[in-house]
């Protein structure tokens, strides 16, 4: 059981950490480096970090949502009220590796410290500090919530019924998303040390981390207009059908992405009319007759059960998932199997809760745990492998024009987003990616038409969501079906630290490519399987989209209203957290590899990383039996907690309120002065009572004003508040645009073009991109000749047998070459 799992040595474990403040994104961070063995000591105030209240509450009273973030950490109580509070303080802080800062979202009661007369005196130290929205700009001294948040990133108003409100899930993901890219500053700067550099000092902002999910959207826009709107609960452009649909037993995630699997779903169906249907085949195309299509194949459905067309699915390799409640997860042998779900001891409760989702395979992460009480001290702490490496550098400026990953070479065989995400962050963080594609089978994010139009265009190097997620990386194109692309391949694999691939997981092994071999080749490499359920998995030949995923993890059942169908948050929610998690798991498997010259294989499965956003509801039905309520737009804790009308056609505001004195001042606000002087209002759980009421009154002040208006006045009364969104206001939102947080780059084919910056900050701005995504096999020759040492006439002889190649081939094409290649 929980309070049974062994202590273990982790890869991390000559880290210390040392967490501050109260913020559910530092908190995960930190929580990610406990999970591969490092010492994390939790600084708490004597009444606890606030987090220990959060709803959903187990059955014996303890937050669900504080246990996942805390796992395997200590706690340390400092009152800030001692005379040796900062003395103490700043002597742990003086004797760690990394210090994360939540004090900009909630001080917690912290003692006010130093850091940078620390930092001085410890060069070698790496700081985080979190804040919601960074230290300047229109937002800065925004009071806000995790909801509040992802409406302004654009990540609620395209989500729930057309004439609303906007749907959205009531808490627990800015600081998973955050969280992650807190990690990946603090680890890439871990491991820069050890080769020699100094302790770096780190801004993360949370509303510029949730971008990571909305910038697809946002970039499409760019490129095509203001095209998006809601289009009903479980619909989203620029695909249909995707979605979730009631079956004769249970729910069904459906994806068709492709030609081919809209065909085959059509089969499974008996739908020949619309398989045959040429005005349906790409899903542009389908958008316009949702309606109709949806009224030929939604009664079909009903006829089996959703297992029995998951198995159809299976056979024909289409995208189509059952949609699972919490109950299936907790009894999902599978997952427990694999520590994607994992014991934890809460209190005197035993329960589960969700695992790490870095599945590395030689240096594996810890299974389950404890939750610190107040002031405890786990058996573990402060057990650290001391590493000569990792010592801090010289006092001295850190050389912020040597990125943390600098030379470091990676090899990305991935496509689409999840890969390219995690590939182009360590390239933002200064390594050389090589994106190998083939003319054969370029990139899905180019485009999946491949008729003569399309292709003698050159529209695949006009696509923009390409050109963001491949940026600072060189393009070459190899033919990895035929012996000599993939011996050129390897030759690249044998000079590199990293290979990445979001493929089904037996597509590289059937190539030849497999960790096996690759292993052999180089022991160093760390290779990264993005797949969707993993290596190992009855379900490894699934085939999947990033909707797949979330549909497939049981967060929809836990999102929308109570008499609804299971709610999806994204058109592909699944992608940019795997990419997140695939960076974070290279970034611990390369400190491994920097410390014993050991390489792993990561079996990264990319459905497992959706399950920390229903975390909370994992824990709480595994200790208390019952299933999770659904809130709609309330919320578990924070009453009022909603989405509202404003002025104006399908505007709307969320608006949270998260403590007694920020009801008083809502309540004044809106002419409710009764209210705020109301003894008997004081709690949320009182006016839970009257949350109808409060609701209604909140939604006519609210229809009075413009969005924004409604959103100035309220946060200037301190209320939390965010403007819902769509993508495309992000590409003038004004606080984006005094951050810098837009960059623009040149690129062939499209010309000058905005690009987003990560979160994650050196200095006053973000890390400018170097270079433009590569065309199509734009550095062959520059890779080919300068890395693996071919001549001219080698290069010109492998371009004229289409091993490698600068143009994408038709279908017709394709078809002819490879009948020349089998004949």
Known sequence: MAGKVAPSIGVLSHLRIVEIGSSAATSYCARLFADFGADVQKVEPPAGDPLRLSAPLTSGGESAWFAFLNLDKSSTI???????????????????????????????????????????????LIYLETSWFGREGPYADFAATDSTVRALAGLVKLVGPVDGPPLHAPDFQTGILAGLWGFIAAASSAFARMQGGTGRSWSL??????????????????????????????????????????????????????????RAFCDILGLCELRDDPALNLVEDRLQYIEQIEQKFVPRLKT????????EGLKRKIPIVPVPEISDLLQDAE???????????????????????????????????????LGEQQAFANIRTHLPLTAAGSPGCIDTDRRPLQGIRVIDFSMGWAGPLCTRTLADLGADVIKIEAI???????????????????????????????????????????????????????????????????????????????????????????????ANSIYRNCRAYGSTLEQGSALPSVIGNLDGPPVMSHVAFGDAVGGLNGCAAVLVALIHACNTGQGQFIDLAQIECMMPFAAPWITVQSIGG??????????????????????????????????????????????????????????????????????????????????????????????????????????????????GFLQELERAFIGWHPQPSMPIREGGGPYAPRIAAPTLGQHNREILSGLLGLSDTEIAQLEGEGIIGTAMLSEEELAKAKKVSSG
């Not at 998006?228 to 995630?253: A, D, H, Q, S, V």
């Not at 089996?304 to 198995?311: G, H, I, L, P």
């Not at 993939?486 to 590199?496: E, F, P, V």
């Open 78 to 124: 400092i009152d800030a009220a001692d005379p040796d509070a900062i003395t103490r303080l700043t002597a742990l802080i003086e004797n760690c590796d990394i210090l994360v800062d939540g004090r900009d979202v909630d001080s917690a009661d912290c003692p006010s410290i130093d850091v940078a007369a620390i930092r001085q005196r410890r060069p070698g």
């Open 205 to 262: 902002s949370i509303f510029e981390s949730s971008l990571a999910l909305s910038e697809y959207q946002t970039f499409e826009a760019f490129a095509r207009g203001d095209v998006m709107r809601r289009m009903g609960i479980n619909r989203f452009w620029p695909n249909f059908p995707t979605g979730i649909y009631e079956t004769k037993k249970g729910w069904l995630g459906v994806t068709t992405g492709t030609p081919a699997q809209w």
């Open 304 to 311: 089996r059960t959703a297992q029995e067309w998951f198995a």
């Open 335 to 373: 997952k427990k199997a694999r520590g994607a779900i994992v014991p934890v001891l809460i209190g005197e409760e035993e329960g589960l809760t969700a695992g790490s989702m870095q599945r590395l395979t030689l240096t594996p992460p810890r299974r389950g745990g404890k939750v610190p009480d």
């Open 440 to 534: 054969q089978y370029p990139d899905w994010w180019r485009g999946v038409d491949r008729r003569p139009a399309y292709v003698d265009a050159q529209l695949y190097e006009k696509t923009v969501r390409f050109c963001i997620m491949n940026r600072n990386k060189r393009g070459i194109t190899l033919d990895l079906t035929r012996p000599q692309g993939r011996a050129l391949a390897k030759g690249l694999l044998a000079k590199a630290d990293i290979a990445v691939d979001n493929y089904s997981v037996d597509v590289l092994p059937n190539l030849g490519l497999g960790y096996d071999v690759l292993r052999t080749l180089n022991p160093r490499l760390v290779v990264l399987s993005m797949s969707a359920f993993g």
């Open 626 to 739: 019952m299933p999770p309520k659904r809130y709609g737009n309330r919320h578990p804790q924070f009453v009022p907690h909603g989405c509202f009308r404003c002025a104006g056609e399908d505007n709307w505001i969320i608006v949270a309120v998260t403590d007694q004195d920020m009801w008083q001042r809502l309540a004044i606000l809106i002419g409710r002065a009764d209210w705020a002087t109301n003894a008997s209002l004081k709690s949320a759980e009182a006016r839970r009572g009257i949350e109808c009421e409060i609701e209604r009154d909140i939604g006519a002040w609210t229809f009075a004003r413009d969005a924004d208006q409604a959103m100035s006045e309220l946060q200037a009364a301190r209320v939390a508040a965010g403007v819902a969104r769509l993508p495309i206001d992000l590409l003038k939102d004004r606080h984006l645009r005094s951050r």
